[in-house]
């Protein structure tokens, strides 16, 4: 391991990438990875707010998802870059609370909002003659407020208690950016009781949406069973089976990183594993939602077609 100097209150972050030829390799990939994301989700964002016909629930909620992984990925990409190319792999003690406190909210807050949108489509498909009632713009905008509400409110909780945590002199985080367990175990207090405010946490941001999502999933896949119309249950399914694959590859690295006590935690297995849900799921999301959906691909040959007009 690299010696830093510990004498400083700012904390070291390792990184993702070790010093070397493999390490500019595997940096290189993330830098199309990490275009890809901003580009793709920035994208979404202004053609669901340019495009009238995308004015809907389904849409609106999937705007605010493209925009909290534009923010997700803005969190700890950077200065993960920053320290690999130019070596200043120290962060403030102050902007290490801030990364804490935009990641631990973004997390929290995605994970209700993925439940929200499985709400939305489980009334769309079972009751779609109640949709207007029960996913109408005020609900939808209560769903989005609360899901960023209630991922701030517990992020302010978590930032607050690990800014006041006991810091032993050893100060480096084998991490790419700030995470709660890293940072745990660099504390000289007993910690036990926190740890299992993370997992209840986990529980209820993570594990419960996730169940949630997977019980009106089922109910979809049923209602979808019994459809006489062939074009009905195509749309159902592609719908469906695009929220699933972005729920699986966000809910269960998630789980699988928070979930686990701390004796079978290890850094490198904790590093790879956030790189799914820091890095790939905000470029998989636009790319899901985009391909694999008719509205939106004509949404954007309207928006590019207007703007087209406007330039000759």
Known sequence: MENYNQTSTNFILLGLFPPSNLGLFLFTLTVPIFL???????????????????????????????????????TTVPKMASG????????????????????????GSEGLL??????????????PLHYPIHVNRRVCVLMILGSWAMGAVNSCAHTIYVLHMPYCRYRTINHFYCEIPAMLTLACADTWLY??????????????????????????????????????????YSTCSAHLTVVTFYYVPCAYTYL?????????E???????????????????????NKEVLGALRRVAGKFGSKAL
């Not at 003690?93 to 997390?107: D, E, M, N, R, W």
């Not at 686990?260 to 490198?268: F, G, M, T, V």
Request: charged share 10%; hydrophobic share 55%; proline share 4%.
């Open 195 to 236: 740890e299992y405010i993370v997992f209840l946490s986990t529980f209820i941001f993570i594990l419960f949406p996730f169940i949630v999502i997977l019980a009106s999933y089922g109910k979809v896949l049923l209602a979808v069973y019994h459809m006489h119309s062939q074009e009905g249950r195509k749309k159902a």
């Open 36 to 74: 890809m994301a901003l580009t793709g989700n920035l994208c979404m964002v202004l053609l669901i707010l340019l495009d009238a016909q995308l004015h809907t629930p389904m849409y609106f909620l999937l705007s605010q998802l493209s925009l909290m992984d534009l923010i997700y990925i803005c």
């Open 270 to 292: 904790d590093k790879l594993v956030a790189v799914f849900y820091t890095m790939l799921t905000p470029v998989f999301n636009p790319l899901i939602y985009s391909l694999r």
């Open 114 to 127: 993925l439940m929200s949108m499985s709400y939305d489509r489980y009334v769309a498909i079972c009751f």
């Open 84 to 107: 690999f190319l130019f070596g200043n792999k120290s962060i403030s003690f102050i902007g290490c609370g801030v990364q804490c406190f935009f990641f631990a909210t973004l997390a």
């Open 260 to 268: 686990r006590p701390k004796s079978l935690r290890s850094p490198a």
